[in-house]
Each structure stands twice: as structure tokens, then as C-alpha cells.
């Protein structure tokens, strides 16, 4: 059974050397944060997202790119390390955060609101940097608004 464990953790962590890295940055008042992130855009990375990884990079994270705006439910199953999850509209604009999710948690995670894409980066760092609801993510997917 160790075994097949074993083999699992390292299919997937196999698998999310192929992901897209991207820069993104974080303006927080006076302040930005820059950030080298993995893009999960498909079914697949989606869902797996930050499975079975050991540690995450301080300026390190994922961007969930849902590609349209829909409701979006996080969880932390299979998730080794804690994580704070940005949820982000159209904009980038942060409308809500999931601080310190619990590893290995099967609680469902989102602000109740539709959403554009989610980002993940290491527990605690939102604090660390003083993000906060109304802060801006800075990454191409994000459309400025027209008008």
C-alpha cells in the first residue's frame, strides 16, 4: 500500500513539471509582491492543483485559470501544505481569501460569488505581505475594464 502511494505522489508531481510558469504580481496599496506561479487551466491541472506537494516557495504559487467567470469551490485533499487562496473577478481585483487552509481537508473553500481564477501560494504569506479583499492581481488573463 506504501507503495502504491509512493508511486502516485511521484506521477503527480511528475506531472506538474509540464505547467506553464508564469510571472504575476500583487499590488497592495503602495506595495507589490512579485510572484513566479503555475498556471492549471485545464480539467485535469485543475483539479489537481497543489496535490502531494512537499513545500512551496515563498514567491511561489498556482493560478487557477478558469477561462469565464463561474462559482468556484477549493479543497485541500491530497494537499500537504497549508495554503492561503485568492479568489480573484475579471479584473484581478482579490474579492475574497481562504487563509491557511488546512492540509489534507475535505472542506469546500470559495467566497459564494462567481469567480475568474483562484491563486494559491504558501499559508500565511497574505498576512506576511498585509493582501487583502480589494488588492490587485497582476497577471495577463486578467482584462482591465473598458470605459
Do not use: Y
Amino acid at each position: 500500500m506504501l507503495a502504491s502511494f509512493a508511486a502516485l505522489a511521484f506521477l503527480a508531481q511528475s506531472a506538474f513539471a509540464q505547467l506553464t510558469v508564469s510571472p504575476l504580481t500583487i499590488r497592495t496599496g503602495e506595495a507589490s509582491h512579485a510572484f513566479t506561479v503555475e498556471i492549471a487551466d485545464t480539467a485535469e491541472e485543475i483539479r489537481d492543483g497543489l496535490m502531494f506537494r512537499e513545500s512551496l516557495a515563498p514567491e511561489a504559487g498556482m493560478l487557477f485559470d478558469f477561462g469565464e467567470v463561474r462559482p468556484a469551490s477549493m479543497w485541500m485533499k491530497n494537499t500537504l501544505i497549508p495554503l492561503d487562496m485568492l479568489f480573484m473577478d475579471t479584473e484581478g481585483q482579490v474579492i475574497a481569501i481562504a487563509r491557511n487552509a488546512v492540509p489534507g481537508s475535505l472542506r469546500s473553500l470559495g467566497p459564494g460569488v462567481p469567480v475568474r481564477a483562484v491563486l494559491e501560494i504558501r499559508g500565511g504569506r497574505a498576512k506576511e505581505l498585509g493582501i487583502t479583499p480589494g488588492d490587485t492581481v497582476e497577471h495577463p488573463i486578467f482584462q482591465p475594464s473598458r470605459g
